[in-house]
C-alpha cells in the first residue's frame, strides 16, 4: 500500500504543469466563446488529443498512479482552465470509468479505445444512468434489458436523460434493469455500439451552466446488442442476481449495483473539479483585490475583503485534502467506512459554489458581468451539487454509512 503523502511528486508536477499550460493557452482563450456558441469544441478536444491529454494512455496512467492523486491532479487542473470545455475532454471518462468497474479485460481492452479514437479521428463516448424519473432514485430505473437466448443478444428499450455525449457519442454505456424486482440490485451495464440501430439522441438540453458540454436525453427502441456486451458477462450476472435474490429473501445486505460501482469510483474526481474550478475564481478574485482601487487604496486593504478571502483558500485547501484522501484510499483498496467519497465530492461541490459566489461579490457590479470569467465559473459551480449525487444524496450515503440505519 502506498504510503499517503500530501505532496506531488516531481514526475507529477512536470504532468501537472504540462496539462496547466494547456488549461492556460489552449482552453481559457475559448471558453467564452464555446459558452455562448453552446457546442461541443471539437477543435480543442482534437488540440487535446494531438499532444495527449486526450486519449486512453493518459487516462490509464493517472488512474493507476500508486498515490491516487493522478487524476484529481489532472481533472483539477482541467477544470481550472474551463469547466464546460474540461468536461468535454473528460466526458468520455465516465463511461470509462463504467468498464473499468464493471467490464472483463477483454471488454476493457475492446471498448475503451473505441471511446476516444485517435488525434485525426476523435470520438467521445457517454454513460447513460439518468432517466426522467429515476435520478437520484435509482431504484426507479424504467429501461429495461431483455435477453433473447436464441440469438444471444439483449434487447434495450428505454430513455436516458442527462446523459453527457449523450446521441454524439460513438459508444453509449447503458444502465437498465434485468430484473424489476430487485430494484437497484437488478441493474446492469451494457456497451451499445457505434451506429447500433434504435439509438437516437432525444431533446438537447440548454443549461444555466457547462454550456460547452453536451447533454441529452437518449432514446432506445429496440436497441439489440450482442451477449457480449453485457459489461462482466451472463454468468457473473446470474450469480450476482441469485445472491441478490436469496439476500432479499433473507432482508440480508445491500448489493453494490453496476450504477453505484460507477459513481464511487468518480466521486472524488468530481470533487477535484470543483477544486478546479473554485480556486481559478478565488485567483481571480485575488488577483482583482489587489488592482482594484476604492477610497485610494487597493480594496484588498479592507477586512471584509481581505478575510473573505482567505475564508475560499481555506476552503479550497481542504477540499483538495479531502478529496486527495479519497482518491488515494480509492487506489489502495481501502474501504469508504466513513462514505469518504462523498465527503470529498460534498465538501468540494458545495465549497465551489460559495467561492464562485464570493468572487462575483468581491468583483462587484463587473463580477456581474461576462467581461470577467467569474460570471461563467458561478454558472459553473452549480452542477457539481447536482450531478452524480447531489449533496442531499451524499448527506444520506454519509449518514447511512456512519449509522448503519436506513435514513431517509
Known amino acids: 500500500m502506498a504510503e499517503f503523502?500530501?505532496?506531488?511528486?516531481?514526475?507529477?508536477?512536470?504532468?501537472?504543469?504540462?496539462?496547466?499550460?494547456?488549461?492556460?493557452?489552449?482552453?481559457?482563450?475559448?471558453?467564452?466563446?464555446?459558452?455562448?456558441r453552446e457546442e461541443t469544441?471539437?477543435?480543442?478536444?482534437?488540440?487535446?488529443?494531438?499532444?495527449?491529454?486526450?486519449?486512453?494512455?493518459?487516462?490509464?496512467?493517472?488512474?493507476f498512479d500508486p498515490t491516487g492523486l493522478g487524476i484529481p491532479m489532472a481533472m483539477e487542473e482541467l477544470f481550472w482552465g474551463d469547466a464546460g470545455i474540461a468536461l468535454s475532454i473528460v466526458g468520455t471518462g465516465l463511461a470509462a470509468v463504467g468498464v473499468l468497474a464493471n467490464g472483463t479485460e477483454e471488454q476493457i481492452g475492446t471498448w475503451i479505445p473505441q471511446?476516444?479514437?485517435?488525434?485525426?479521428?476523435?470520438?467521445?463516448?457517454?454513460?447513460?444512468?439518468?432517466?426522467?424519473?429515476?435520478?437520484?432514485?435509482?431504484?426507479?430505473?424504467?429501461?429495461?434489458?431483455?435477453?433473447?437466448?436464441?440469438?444471444?443478444?439483449?434487447?434495450?428499450d428505454?430513455?436516458?436523460?442527462?446523459?453527457?455525449?449523450?446521441?454524439?457519442?460513438?459508444?453509449?454505456?447503458?444502465?437498465?434493469?434485468?430484473?424489476?424486482?430487485?430494484?437497484?440490485?437488478?441493474?446492469?451495464?451494457?456497451?451499445?455500439?457505434?451506429?447500433?440501430?434504435g439509438l437516437s439522441q432525444g431533446q438537447k438540453f440548454q443549461k444555466h451552466g457547462i454550456r460547452a458540454s453536451h447533454t441529452a436525453e437518449v432514446v432506445l427502441e429496440d436497441v439489440r446488442v450482442p451477449g457480449s456486451c453485457l459489461l462482466g458477462g451472463k454468468e457473473k450476472l446470474d450469480e450476482r442476481l441469485a445472491r441478490a435474490r436469496e439476500r432479499?429473501?433473507?432482508?440480508?445486505?445491500?448489493?453494490?449495483?453496476?450504477?453505484?460501482?460507477?459513481?464511487?469510483?468518480?466521486?472524488?474526481?468530481?470533487?477535484?473539479?470543483?477544486?478546479?474550478?473554485?480556486?481559478?475564481?478565488?485567483?481571480?478574485?485575488?488577483?482583482?483585490?489587489?488592482?482594484?482601487?476604492?477610497?485610494g487604496r487597493p480594496i484588498i486593504d479592507n477586512q471584509g475583503v481581505a478575510f473573505q478571502l482567505a475564508d475560499m483558500r481555506t476552503s479550497i485547501d481542504a477540499a483538495r485534502l479531502l478529496v486527495w484522501r479519497a482518491s488515494w484510499m480509492a487506489v489502495n483498496g481501502k474501504p469508504f467506512t466513513a462514505a469518504e467519497g462523498s465527503q470529498s465530492k460534498l465538501f468540494a461541490s458545495e465549497t465551489a459554489k460559495k467561492v464562485t459566489a464570493q468572487a462575483i461579490q468581491i468583483l462587484g457590479g463587473n463580477g456581474f458581468t461576462r467581461e470577467y470569467p467569474v460570471e461563467r465559473m458561478h454558472r459553473d459551480a452549480a452542477i457539481y451539487t447536482i450531478f452524480e449525487g447531489t449533496s442531499e444524496i451524499q448527506r444520506l450515503v454519509i449518514a447511512r454509512t456512519l449509522s448503519g440505519m436506513p435514513i431517509r
Open 5 to 36: 503523502i500530501m505532496e506531488l511528486n516531481d514526475e507529477q508536477k512536470e504532468v501537472r504543469d504540462w496539462i496547466h499550460g494547456f488549461a492556460a493557452e489552449v482552453m481559457r482563450p475559448a471558453a467564452a466563446e464555446w459558452d455562448e
Open 41 to 63: 469544441p471539437w477543435p480543442v478536444i482534437q488540440e487535446a488529443a494531438k499532444i495527449g491529454i486526450y486519449s486512453l494512455d493518459f487516462y490509464a496512467q493517472q488512474y
Open 115 to 156: 471511446m476516444y479514437g485517435t488525434p485525426d479521428d476523435v470520438k467521445v463516448a457517454a454513460f447513460c444512468s439518468s432517466e426522467p424519473d429515476a435520478g437520484s432514485d435509482v431504484a426507479s430505473l424504467r429501461t429495461r434489458a431483455v435477453y433473447d437466448e436464441a440469438k444471444d443478444e439483449w434487447v434495450l
Open 158 to 197: 428505454g430513455t436516458k436523460t442527462w446523459a453527457t455525449n449523450g446521441g454524439i457519442a460513438g459508444v453509449h454505456v447503458v444502465v437498465a434493469s434485468v430484473d424489476p424486482e430487485l430494484g437497484s440490485k437488478g441493474h446492469a451495464s451494457f456497451i451499445v455500439p457505434p451506429n447500433t440501430p
Open 248 to 295: 432479499a429473501k433473507s432482508g440480508g445486505e445491500r448489493v453494490k449495483n453496476a450504477a453505484m460501482a460507477t459513481f464511487e469510483a468518480s466521486r472524488p474526481a468530481v470533487g477535484a473539479m470543483a477544486v478546479g474550478t473554485a480556486r481559478a475564481a478565488y485567483e481571480e478574485a485575488l488577483e482583482y483585490a489587489r488592482t482594484r482601487e476604492q477610497f
